[in-house]
């Protein structure tokens, strides 16, 4: 089991703006960062920190923080966001890492 | 540009160890967190450990007692050993490059993230 807990599936219209959470007891100490894993691919981070993101990825994508959870939001989401996002920090022991179970996104 | 290039054996029978490894390219080994991920088939991520360029390791408690985390700085490599595997154990496999910093003022609040990724290694455990 994971100590961050994503709703395994959401949905979104295209081009509409949706949030993906994660919650845990880390992520009052932690900021999260988030991955995106499209089928047979290996995770690309998309967030981390306060709200900074990788070069080349766009700038719909963007983080935020509040108590125990942590939102990753999609502004105008695109047909290519299709893909499964897991959330990710330390633990609030700082010795492990955990993740999310992810959520899968569908783009209708 | 970094780049983690992994390989290993991709086939084992129950009882055997596992052995990857990964070789960093194009950037600094000292710094950062080495670690290695699994991702069963249809499943969510899992982390199995991680090891600095000192050599100071830390594991996943459920897989602690199989695992061990070595690195050769002199290659900028660093290997994962799984022992008695069974198949529970078969998943794709990644290593990955961890980082720790932290924003806020003035308690300063930290964060971790993996910016980089081998691109997979399928093992499969199997009589």
């Known amino acids: 089991s994971s100590e961050l807990t994503q709703d395994p599936a959401v949905s979104v219209a295209l081009g509409q703006t949706v949030r993906i959470t994660c919650q845990g007891d880390s992520l009052r100490s932690y900021y999260a960062s988030w991955y995106q894993q499209k089928p047979g691919q290996a995770p690309v981070l998309v967030i981390y920190g306060k709200n900074n993101r990788p070069s080349g990825i766009p700038d719909r994508f963007s983080g935020s923080s509040s108590g125990n959870t942590a939102s990753l939001t999609i502004t105008g989401a695109q047909a290519e966001d299709e893909a499964d996002y897991y959330c990710n920090s330390r633990d609030s022991s700082g010795n492990r890492v955990v993740f999310g179970g992810g959520t899968k996104l569908t783009v209708l | 540009q970094v780049q983690l290039q992994q390989w290993g054996a991709g086939l084992l029978k129950p009882s055997e160890t596992l052995s990857l490894t990964c070789a960093v390219y194009g950037g600094s080994f000292s710094g950062y967190y080495w670690s290695w991920i699994r991702q069963p088939p249809g499943k969510g991520l899992e982390w199995i450990g991680e090891?600095?360029?000192?050599?100071?390791?830390n594991y996943n408690p459920s897989l602690k007692s199989r695992v061990t985390i070595s690195v050769d700085t002199s290659k900028n490599q660093f290997s994962l050993k799984l022992s008695s595997v069974t198949a529970a154990d078969t998943a794709v496999y990644y290593c990955?490059?961890?980082?720790?910093?932290?924003?806020?003022?003035?308690?300063?609040?930290?964060?971790?993230?993996?910016?980089?990724w081998g691109k997979g290694t399928t093992v499969t455990v199997s009589s």
């Open positions: 090891i600095n360029h000192s050599g100071s390791t």
């Open positions: 990955a490059r961890g980082l720790e910093n932290s924003y806020g003022y003035p308690i300063p609040r930290p964060y971790y993230y993996m910016d980089v």
